[in-house]
Every structure is written in C-alpha cells, then in structure tokens.
C-alpha cells in the first residue's frame, strides 16, 4: 500500500466533482416555482381551504389576547373581582382555543402536503420510465434518487413546517400594527423603529441562505451517487484493496456536504438570534420610555398607564413572533425552493422517448420479420457506432450475430427494442418501421436474455412472470421445467414451502450467476413473445447446462424469429444465417459453413475458439 493510498488527490476530487455534481442553476423565481407545485397541491386544495379558514381565526384570537391581559391588570388595580374572574376565564378560553385550532389547523396543512408530495415524487418516478437510455448512461444514480427523496421531503417540508402560516403571520402582524397605532401611537414607533434593522439583517441573510440550500442539494445528490457506486461495487474496491483510498475520497465529500450544512445552520442561527436581540431592545426601550414618563406624571397617570404597558409589551411580543417565525419559515422556503429547482430541472429534461409522425417513418416491407435497412448509429456525435448495416430475417429464421468485443452486436439488439433512436436509416419489425409502435406494443413483441441478468427482489415466481401483473404459477413452472432449472430450485426450496416462493435477494445476489440465467430463460420462455433476443446467452453456464438450455432453445425458437448474440460460436452452428461483425460493419454473411469456407474473418474467429479449446 502506498504512502499516499489514503490521501485524496486534487485531480480525484476534480473527477468525482465533474461526475457527481450538477451545474450551477441560475437565479430561481421562488413565484414561477410555487406555480408548477400547485397542479400537485390543487386536487387537495379543500385541506388548505380549511387550513386557511381556521388560520384566521387563529390570528384573531390571538389578536385579543393582549387586550384582556391589561383587562385583567385593570381589574386587579381596581380590586374588581367580578371582572378579574370573567376576563380570567375568557383568556383562558382564547389560549385553549387557539391550541386546539392550531392543531386542526397544522394537521390540515401537512395532510394536504403529504398528498401532494405523494403525488410529486410518483411524477418523478413515471418520468423516469420515459427517459431515454442515452440519458441514464450520462447520470449517476445517486442524483435521480436524490430527486425522488431528499428533494421531495425538502418541499414537503414547506407543509410539515407550516411554511404557509406565514400567510397567517402577516395578517397577524397587520392586525398588531393597527391594535398598537390605535392603543398608543407613541409607544408604537418604538416597536416599528426596529423594522429597518430587520430589514436589512434578512437581505444580509436571504442571498446567502439561498445558496447555502443549492449547495447542500448539489452535495446530497453527490454524496448519494458516490454511495449508490460503492456499494454496487463493493466486491471489486476488497479484491483491490481499494478501501483506504475509496474512503478518503468519501471523506472529501462527506467534508463539503458538511460544509454547506454549517453555512445553513450559520445563517439561520443568525437570523433568529439578532430578531430576538431585536425584539428584546424594543420592550426596554418601551419600559426605559415609560419609566421617564412616569418621572414626569403623577402617581395616578403611572397607575392608569400601567395597564397599557402591559398590553402593549404582549403586543410586542407577539409582533416580533410572526416575525421570527417568518424569519425561521424562510430558510425552510430556502431549503424547499432549492429542491424544487433541482426537481423541476429534472422535470424540464429533453431526452425523453418521444413518440414519431408516421410520415417521418419508412414505408412498410411485408414478409420482413426483422430488418435493419442502411442503419447508421452513433452514442456520441461524430462517433458512429455502427455504420451502413443492412440485414433481413423471415418469420422463424433464427440470424446470430458475431464479432469481437464493441463490434456493435449488442447495440443492434437495442436498437430494435428502441431502446435508443438510429441515427439514419431505417428499423423494421412485422414488416413495419419500429418508430410507428408505441414502445410498449412493440417491446411486448420480443424476449430478452441479457448477458447480465437483473433479478428485483421478491420471490421466484415474481421474476420468472415479471412480465404479468398476476403471475400464472403453471405457466412460470413450465417455463423453469423447459429450462431445466426446476429440480435445481426444488433443492433449495425448504419443504413447506413451494418453490416457486423462493426468496429472491436485492439483485439475486442469493443465486449464482448461472442459476441467474437459467431464470431469464425461464422468463423469456414465460413471455411467449414471437421474436427472441438472446444477448450472450450462455456466457455465464457451464457445459453442461448450455446443453440443456440449447436443446430447451431449439423448440422455442421452432416457430419464432430469433436474434443470438454470440461469443461461443459453437452455440450458432444451426443458425440460418451468421451476420459477422467488425468495427460497427458488416464484414461477412452466410451459413456456418459457407463462412468457414470462405477463409475468412468467421474463420479465424473459429480457429482461434477452437484452439484455446483443444490446449484446455
């Protein structure tokens, strides 16, 4: 281990940085963003009408508190038990009713939150299925689930926090301001004397609070991404003893993650604390003000003033309240707008599968079941991937695919499945430009066997009939029967338990690789589609199982049309017709034998497989 293994260098901290992290986003219009918000929140808007009705009501008891405080003062100056017992009892009134309508009133709110935020983030979840490959290819993991997550509960925070009280708290601040004009005009220039200093401490705070908030969604999005890329890849950074450097690299983004918190919680505390500082001067500058009054009034206006004053500091206090909670609602706004930004971004995004005018589209070819006509490919402009492909299949012939590692084999499997668009030429299936389906109706058509299998966790039965929202336990028993896989399973099953129940772990880390793909045979076989794609089938099978899975494959691929992406060559001898591939081109086509007696690239091909055979 090096000296260095555990330092994290300045050109890794730039990588994970370009690779992680979004750019800047410019400046947000906090209106324009609560207008796209409001679709989510419209159909649950009878809870925020009610919430908004009982927040009223609530601001106007609280209005009255103030009065009956110096009421009581009054009463008790005067020795007058009557009416210190009644205002008493009304106070105490007002204070239970304002807590228990708070309660409805709060409760109302985050329901309505809790909905819409369910709402939203289903949004997110079905635009994701509508986003190209293209675009998955080019972003971390960790971002897309950051949006579905963290963003989401950071807007949903505007209900949870009652963030939209702050309608109530100016309503309340209004009625305040009037209140003490009316009891005492004076004492009231005290209070709104402050204001410019408020004022000026919340733009010192509102700029850098916004940016705070952006930079801890940019640092959760890629503190998110780098985890989701280490634990997928745990098994490669043990066998590379790679832990110290990984966790260096970590820790230089868990250190800026932690960073733009500090800046958050700095700025915040800042503004709590000097409204708090603010509205503590006020009330001693109105007691310092009244006790010089009082220094130059008799006894008796000292005495009758004594009431106001105590009406008044309530009412200052509670001016300040709405203020500070305006203050603490602010940076919650902050917080929440940032995600908004980062979710409608995502939202905003173009490369989107889109649907294409027929007239746009190749003219239809009847009798073709699978052709790809002057097919020109490109991941990256410039970069073609394929060039020039033409080939044709009937209804049941079975056409394998050849050709050295990036020859462009699995490119052209996807391309039919519109997993990405063609850059020229034209696609058909049935006979019929691939763009003229919708994708739905046209992926139904085909069975995929991947190379590497996924498995979603859930059971045996959920995987092998993924392809139907009730599965058909006959139908996914017969399936694994075909494959052969069905003694295999029964073995590991427990004995109260059908074996189609088998646990099956996050990505089927519970079954070998093989016993992987022996369920994605059994799946494609479930499906029963009339076009089959077999992505280097048996790569991950030994001998003696590709034996059996070629055998169970014969009969499926009996009566349907069947696309083999092949490394082991001798898994496509039967094939109709081999199509060898060589840098994105067609370089040969024809039969197993006719290819090898052409001596050409299939036959060196050939040769060198079967070399590296004999000498094992």
Not at 213 to 242: K, P
Not at 413 to 427: D, H, P
Not at 486 to 515: I, M, P, T
Request: with cysteine; net charge positive; proline share 2%.
């Amino acid at each position: 281990m090096s000296a260095t293994a555990g330092k994290p260098t300045k050109r890794s901290e730039e990588r994970l940085r370009a690779f992680h992290e979004e750019g800047s986003l410019g400046k947000a219009y906090d209106a324009n963003l609560l207008r796209r918000l409001w679709p989510f929140v419209k159909p649950h808007s009878n809870h925020l009408v009610i919430s908004l009705c009982v927040l009223f009501v609530v601001a106007g008891l609280n209005l009255a508190r103030p009065l009956f405080m110096g009421a009581i003062v009054r009463h008790a100056a005067n020795h007058d038990r009557a009416g210190l017992f009644r205002d008493g009892l009304i106070l105490t009134g007002l204070v239970v009713c304002a807590q228990l309508l708070g309660f409805v009133q709060l409760y109302q709110m985050q329901l309505a939150g809790a909905r819409a935020m369910a709402g939203l983030r289903e949004r997110i979840f079905l635009f994701l299925q509508r986003l190209t490959l293209r675009f998955f290819d080019k972003t971390p993991v960790g971002r897309l689930v950051t949006r579905a997550t963290n963003d989401v509960d950071a807007l949903g925070e505007l209900f949870a926090s009652g963030v939209l009280n702050a309608i109530g708290d100016v309503v309340s601040l209004t009625g305040y301001v009037i209140a003490m004009v009316i009891l005492d005009w004076r004492m009231s220039l005290i209070a709104f004397a402050a204001m410019p200093v408020v004022l000026v401490i919340v733009s010192f705070v509102r700029g850098r609070s916004r940016e705070a908030y952006r930079d801890i969604r940019a640092r959760t999005a890629r503190l998110n991404a780098f985890l989701g890329e280490q634990v997928n890849g745990i098994a490669v950074v043990q066998a590379y003893g790679r832990e110290l450097a990984m966790e260096a690299d970590f820790d230089v983004i868990n250190e800026s993650y932690r960073d733009a918190n500090k800046r958050s919680i700095y700025y915040e505390a800042v503004l709590d604390a000097a409204i708090e500082m603010v509205a503590t001067i006020c009330i001693a500058s109105l007691l310092f003000w009244v006790a010089i009054r009082r220094g130059h009034a008799g006894s008796a206006t000292a005495a009758g003033a004594f009431a106001l004053v105590v009406t008044f500091t309530g009412y200052i206090k509670q001016f300040f309240e709405p203020i500070s909670m305006l203050s603490q609602r602010y940076t919650v706004l902050q917080s929440a707008m940032s995600g908004a930004e980062r979710i409608f971004q995502l939202l905003d995004e173009a490369d989107v599968e889109q649907d294409v005018h027929e007239s746009k589209c190749a003219p239809d070819r009847p009798g073709e079941a699978l052709s790809l006509e002057n097919v020109t490919f490109e991941y990256k402009p410039g970069v073609p991937v394929l060039r020039d492909i033409t080939i044709s299949a009937k209804k049941g012939e079975k056409i394998a695919l050849v050709g050295a590692t990036g020859s462009g084999k699995t490119t052209i499997a996807s391309l039919f499945l519109r997993l990405y668009e063609i850059t020229s030429g034209a696609a058909r299936v049935d006979g019929r430009d691939i763009r003229k389906y919708k994708r739905i109706e046209l992926r139904e058509k085909f069975s995929v066997v991947p190379q590497d299998v996924y498995l979603f966790s859930g059971t045996l039965l959920t995987n092998v009939a993924m392809a139907d929202s009730k599965p058909d336990r006959d139908r996914a028993r017969s399936a694994l029967e075909r494959v052969g896989a069905a003694s295999l399973f029964k073995k590991r099953a427990g004995r109260d338990q059908d074996w189609l129940d088998s646990a099956v772990d996050e990505r089927g880390s519970n079954f070998s690789a093989g016993e992987r793909q022996l369920i994605a045979f059994a799946r494609a076989l479930y499906r029963d589609a009339p076009f089959i794609i077999l992505d280097e089938a048996t790569a991950s099978v030994d001998s003696d199982t590709e034996a059996r899975l070629q055998r169970a494959l014969d009969a499926v691929l009996a009566d349907r049309t069947g696309l083999v992406i092949a490394h082991r060559l001798s898994t496509i001898k039967a094939a109709d017709r081999i199509v060898v591939l060589h840098k994105g081109a067609i370089v040969e086509q024809g039969t197993h034998e006719e290819l090898l007696a052409k001596d050409g690239f299939y036959a060196k091909l050939h040769r060198l497989q079967f070399a590296a055979a004999a000498a094992e």
